[in-house]
């Protein structure tokens, strides 16, 4: 068992963390990217959809007090349930990690997208209509991007989800760095379970916080001047 | 009929150039019931509203004044009843494009955070695809009328400026379109008194160049009769218990409603409508030399208020800086009691 004298990370007889990153490096790499990659679209789609069902709720005290309490309720399923029932309906495959993901990021985005539609000041939406705005138009230029803020403030809680719930999917196909932990699982006290773990912990991190930079930025880019002043 | 409003409407000013002037507003037997409640929102209103008129809807709150406003650009639907704007049905056009057309300024402002102040002025030209020069010139011409310097204000964002300075954007974006009628609800309310009499004055002035159609919402009585030509005075029943002009309704109210809410010192209010020029000045003496001076357009209210101030019976008239006559305490009581007979003259007839 090689030790490589620096850091000591070994769990049972396997390699040091190190050793094993070194060893398994490109795997990781794909893995990784694989695993970025899912979420991004999951949110992407998520947030399309978000915004729409919003759009179509959120005049609708009845519908978008439904809608808020569909989420809240979600909220409360275990995501690894929800795998559970996909199964038998789509099959293992990735198609079936996908509106899971979906689903979760949905609920963050689209609170905030209905409670950042109904926040926008009535006397705004007077003077709009007033001066002959028609309604896409109101939504468009003033509602959308009064509401944006809160907007992306969802969407950034959604990520975070989207990156944790991908890696539960490891359970129903075999994409992302989920797979570590459930091969770890799955062979508890072998060689290398420990790293594998750890690996999944460390870089399912590292996403989530690239991601969170990322919002940042698009938060600095994409908020109207006029709001942040 | 008293002819002081003639200060306000007879100088058909220079300058109003390629600007549209306004047109007349006709409602005829409005109504607007909400589906559900009693007594009408809006009860059977008819009145005729001239061109390039300021037109003064006052109330107390729930008397339907602010509804009453805005059916004429459909905000709200009337429930019956038929209003034109220069003989043309409103029901009969599309209401986003009849909005486009009628200048819409609210109290609590309405600008658009996001945008910048050009932005914001230049949204309904842009919405009517005007060309991009000469929106750019508009939003300019338009800051410069509400006395907002364009090359300083045209890219800062509504939170950078005051209130006031919001409202007078507010003013140049309900004007940018040059449209020939102008809904005004409460524009001053939400101003300092100081700041708001400003407002008042220049938009007096801005008005007196232009002769838009306005129809002006207010709770204010004084607002009512600084502003307005005529004075629509609207009762609990949402009914019209008085149209005059202010000189009417301050010298004979219609009924104890108007006559309650016109409040006390009404005789003190009627001589806020009646300038200095309508009095015949007297010479100046060497006597004078040491009285207070009062400028030739101040109100007799205003003259009444120095001389008490002062404990003076005499005051000097100046114009432009130059003494042209001077004008006695004798001299307004004339004045007074020649409204008074006028006034009842008017009530006998």
């Known amino acids: 068992m090689g030790n490589g004298g620096d850091v000591q990370l070994a769990f049972g007889d396997g390699l040091s963390f190190r050793q094993w990153v070194d060893a398994y490096q490109d795997d990781l790499i794909f893995y990784t990217r694989q695993h970025a990659l899912l979420a991004f679209y999951c949110i992407l789609a998520a947030a399309v959809l978000a915004v729409l069902l919003a759009v179509l709720v959120y005049r609708s005290s009845r519908l978008s007090g439904l809608a808020i309490n569909a989420v809240s309720v979600g909220f409360t399923l275990p995501s690894i349930a929800l795998f559970g029932i996909v199964i038998p309906v789509l099959g293992r495959n990735i198609g079936s990690v996908f509106p899971v993901v979906v689903l979760y990021s949905l609920l963050p985005a689209l609170r905030n997208a209905i409670v950042g539609l109904q926040s926008v000041d009535p006397a705004m939406l007077d003077a709009a209509r007033g001066m002959g705005m028609s309604r896409f138009r109101m939504l468009w230029q003033i509602e959308l991007p009064l509401a944006w803020p809160v907007i992306l403030a969802g969407l950034r809680v959604s990520a975070q989800l989207a990156v944790g719930i991908v890696a539960i999917g490891a359970i ?58 | 009929m008293s002819d002081s409003t003639d200060v306000a409407t007879t100088p058909k000013a220079a300058g109003s150039g390629s600007d549209a002037a306004g047109v007349p507003i006709v409602l005829d037997h409005v109504s607007k019931r909400y589906p559900g409640t009693k007594s009408a929102a809006v009860d059977d209103i008819s009145m005729e509203i001239p061109a390039g008129e300021i037109v003064i809807l006052v109330g107390p709150s729930g008397c339907g004044k602010t509804t009453t406003m805005r059916m004429i650009n459909r905000l709200i639907e009337p429930t019956s009843g038929t209003i034109t704007i220069d003989g043309e049905d409103v029901l009969s056009l599309d209401d986003v494009k009849l909005r486009r057309e009628i200048g819409y300024v609210i109290q609590q402002i309405g600008l658009f955070p996001h945008l910048s102040i050009a932005q914001n002025v230049s949204l309904v030209p842009r919405m009517l695809k005007w060309k991009k020069q000469r929106t750019n010139d508009r939003v300019d011409e338009m800051l410069s009328l509400v006395g907002l310097e364009p090359a300083e204000y045209r890219h800062r964002y509504p939170r950078q400026l005051s209130g006031g300075q919001q409202q007078r954007v507010g003013v140049a974006r309900a004007l940018a379109a040059d449209p020939p009628v102008m809904l005004m609800d409460e524009p001053f309310g939400a101003v300092d008194p100081i700041n708001r009499a400003r407002l008042q004055e220049e938009f007096l002035a801005v008005q007196d160049k232009l002769r838009k159609t306005i129809v002006f919402v207010t709770h204010d009585f004084d607002e009512a009769v600084k502003m307005g030509d005529r004075i629509a005075v609207l009762d609990q029943g949402s009914k019209i218990a008085q149209y005059a002009t202010p ?57 009444l208020d120095e001389m008490i101030a002062k404990a003076q019976e005499s005051l000097v008239v100046v114009k432009d800086g130059k003494p042209i006559g001077s004008v006695a305490l004798d001299d307004v009581l004339a004045r007074v009691r020649e409204l008074r007979a006028e006034a009842e003259a008017r009530e006998g007839a």
Request: proline fraction near 4%; aromatic fraction near 8%.
């Open chain 1, 172 to 229: 129903v196909y075999d994409v992302g760095l989920g797979q570590y932990a459930f091969s770890a699982l799955a062979n508890l006290g072998s060689a290398n379970t420990g790293n594998e773990a750890l690996a999944c912990v460390l870089f399912v991190a590292a996403i989530g916080i690239a991601f969170d930079l990322a919002f940042m930025l698009v938060r600095r880019f994409t908020t109207p001047r006029g709001l942040r002043v």
């Open chain 2, 247 to 303: 000189e009417e309704i301050l010298s004979s109210p219609a009924n104890a409603f108007v006559e309650g809410f016109v409040g006390h010192g009404a005789t003190l209010k009627r001589l806020q409508l009646e300038r200095l020029e309508t009095v015949d000045l007297r010479p100046v003496t060497d006597a004078d030399s040491a009285a207070p001076r009062v400028p030739i357009k101040a109100t007799l209210h205003d003259v």
